[in-house]
T-cell receptor, first 108, second 112 residues
């Protein structure tokens, strides 16, 4: 079975402060990990994926297989980062499993 | 718009009625997913197609739910004898491989 855990429902940070959204996963094989973001009244959209090791909108995420984690980080939060963030895992048959999401609130 | 398209955007139905939703994926994507999302929850996997083959169906999906992708292009999700607990946002996504899934705007179902 594949499972994704996001322990925080809500994360509030001040503008300019560092952000870390936690994600832990459970999967017996080699997973692909993703972060999706949903801004207010917009569709769910892909933010970044671990295999490309990219930085999107200042966000990065490193896959730690030892800790089975894929935390999302940004050094300086901006107001436009306020959104719902979902960690997701693709395992067998390319099935995508999502966490319950973390709402990031950036306080001006 | 070349993204994933879902219709209708909103559906209000009386309990016991049947409803059908449509999803048009990105044209070159061979994988298509249906998810359900309720308030405060992440998307819950319902079912998944690779081309026209339905490869997996969640245990969340009762016999009242059926999905098809007859020609490996668009897909339909039908709910028979709707119940109030079926009220949710139904999301469709498509992908072509390991690049992540692209989502539609969703169909919001309200069962009254």
């Amino acid at each position: 079975a594949q499972r994704v855990t996001q322990p925080e429902k809500l994360l509030s940070v001040f503008k300019g402060a560092p952000v870390e959204l936690k994600c832990n996963y459970s999967y017996s094989g080699s997973p692909e990990l993703f972060w999706y973001v949903q801004y207010s009244r917009q569709r769910l959209q892909l933010l970044l994926r671990h295999i490309s090791r990219e930085s999107i909108k200042g966000f990065t995420a490193d896959l730690n297989k030892g800790e089975t984690s894929f935390h999302l980080k940004k050094p300086f939060a901006q107001e436009e980062d306020s959104a719902m963030y979902y960690c997701a895992l693709t395992g067998g048959y390319q099935k995508v499993t999502f966490g319950t999401g973390t709402k990031l609130q950036v306080i001006p | 718009d070349t993204g994933v398209s879902q219709n209708p955007r909103h559906k209000i139905t009386k309990r016991g009625q049947n409803v059908t939703f449509r999803c048009d994926p990105i044209s070159e994507h061979n994988r298509l997913y249906w998810y359900r999302q309720t308030l405060g929850q992440g998307p819950e996997f319902l079912t998944y197609f690779q081309n026209e083959a339905q490869l997996e169906k969640s245990r969340l999906l009762s016999d009242r739910f059926s999905a098809e992708r007859p020609k490996g292009s668009f897909s339909t999700l039908e709910i028979q004898r709707t119940e109030q607990g079926d009220s949710a946002m139904y999301l469709c996504a498509s992908s072509s491989g390991g690049g992540g899934a692209f989502f539609g705007q969703g169909t919001r179902l309200t069962v009254v």
